[in-house]
Structures are given as structure tokens and as C-alpha cells.
């Protein structure tokens, strides 16, 4: 069965950084593109940042470019989300997702990020 493991959240102050994990198991994880969503209380899960396979191609959204950087290590079957710069509206759950298909798509419990001095 597939299970995306996210870690790595917590308390950060205003201008600190956190680097979340997403360790994946029971999927072929090089065959997948990865992505981060975060959701804050009360909005939409957002997409943050997207990696494809082999890491040859990044998108973030515009709010976190320049700020967070994706990365995968496929031997790892791993996925990183490092937060540098960060601020009070970066406070979500952060969630990992592996989606191929809409029948392969596979989704975290979440992990979260509170930005607070």
C-alpha cells in the first residue's frame, strides 16, 4: 500500500527556515512527479511547489518563489521542501502528493508549519 510520510514541520520565527521530508513507500517513486500543497484554516489547499521526474523541471507558485526550493532523491525515495525567508503566511499544513493519473494519486497526512515570533 502507498504511504507518503511527511516530517520536518513545526514552530519557526518571522525570517527562519525548515526543511520538510517526504519519505514514500509502496510506489514506484522515480516514475512520479511530486508536488507540495499547503493549506492554511479557512482557504483552499494551494499548490506550492512541483517537481517532475528526474527533477528536470520545477514550478513553484509566485509566494514562495525565490524562497523555497524543491528537490527529490529518487534512491532516497524521498521529496524536500526547504523554507528559507519564512513568514507569518506560510503558517499551513504542508502536504505531500505523488500523482500520476487522477488513478494514481496519493496523498500525505500533512505536516504542520507555524510561523510565529
Known amino acids: 500500500q502507498v504511504q507518503l510520510v511527511e516530517s520536518g514541520g513545526g514552530l519557526v520565527q518571522p525570517g527562519g527556515s525548515l526543511r520538510l521530508s517526504c519519505a514514500a513507500s509502496g510506489l514506484t517513486f522515480s516514475t512520479y512527479p511530486m508536488s507540495w500543497y499547503r493549506q492554511a484554516p479557512g482557504k483552499e489547499r494551494e499548490l506550492v511547489a512541483l517537481?517532475?521526474?528526474?527533477?528536470?523541471?520545477?514550478n513553484y507558485a509566485d509566494s514562495v518563489k525565490g524562497r523555497f526550493t524543491i528537490s527529490r532523491n529518487d534512491a532516497k525515495n524521498t521529496v524536500y521542501l526547504q523554507m528559507n525567508s519564512l513568514n507569518p503566511e506560510d503558517a499551513a499544513v504542508y502536504y505531500c502528493?505523488?500523482?500520476?493519473?487522477?488513478?494514481?494519486?496519493?496523498w500525505g497526512q500533512g505536516t504542520q508549519v507555524t510561523v510565529s515570533s
Open positions: 517537481i517532475s521526474i528526474a527533477g528536470v523541471i520545477t
Open positions: 502528493n505523488a500523482r500520476r493519473t487522477a488513478k494514481y494519486d496519493w
